[in-house]
């Protein structure tokens, strides 16, 4: 079951975002004592990166992992972890383990290391933060892409480039095992997948995820409200 909150606008809802990841963070590590994060690229997160790790929490005992990566060489700024990489910096979030997608020896390499650090964890992830292209696709699942059929393994390579790079992904199981995904999407170009996805279109990637807890985080402007 998806719901949604709206919390107001872009900064808002990166805001509201950063709130509810660190609650859920927090409430892993009482319980379990570790939590996991898995972070999206795009431009939506940065935002909420930037509010969520200058929060007190306690982040040596956290994991952050990554949902998806360019295949592209260290520190290019293609990367998803070159941005996320600069905003733990000198954070209070530098203290977590850190796993980024080692995709500078190639995809199929990166697949491999990534598939013995998720088995590391002993568990499935506590938080995935997802977004949603204007063209459906959530990760690098990419409309098309045979990854899409991947279901014997929680991460995969893109079959093809997708907007020009090769990507390293979760997959379906990886997500629909997580304890929770939170979705971050703003601006008016999402607003109608936004309804697609609410609506449960399974012919757009995102529609076919199917995490039980899912929580949709919208600014007006994704939510069709101006």
């Known amino acids: 079951m998806r719901e949604r909150v709206v919390p107001g606008d872009d900064v808002a809802a990166a805001e509201w975002a950063a709130g509810r990841i660190a609650d859920l963070l927090v409430g892993a590590v009482q319980e379990r004592g570790r939590a996991s994060l898995a972070l999206s690229g795009g431009r939506s997160p940065w935002a909420m990166m930037e509010v969520l790790f200058a929060n007190d929490l306690p982040w040596s005992a956290v994991d952050i992992l990554q949902v998806d990566e ?82 014997d393994a929680p991460v995969a390579a893109t079959a093809r480039p997708f907007n020009g790079t090769q990507r390293v992904t979760l997959t379906y199981p990886a997500i629909d095992g997580a304890r929770h995904v939170l979705w971050l999407v703003t601006g008016a170009a999402k607003a109608g997948m936004v309804t697609r996805l609410e609506s449960g279109d399974r012919s757009i990637p995102a529609g076919r995820v199917s995490t039980p807890s899912q929580l949709l985080v919208l600014d007006r402007a994704a939510a069709g409200a101006g």
């Open 70 to 151: 360019r295949v592209a060489p260290d520190g290019d700024d293609q990367r998803n972890w070159t941005r996320i990489a600069a905003l733990l910096a000198e954070s209070p979030a530098s203290a977590a383990r850190a796993h980024p997608m080692r995709v500078d020896g190639g995809a199929q390499a990166a697949v491999h290391d990534y598939l013995d650090v998720l088995a590391a964890l002993g568990g499935p992830i506590d938080v995935v933060q997802l977004g949603l292209g204007d063209d459906g696709h959530t990760a690098s699942l990419a409309p098309g892409d045979p990854v899409l059929h991947v279901s």
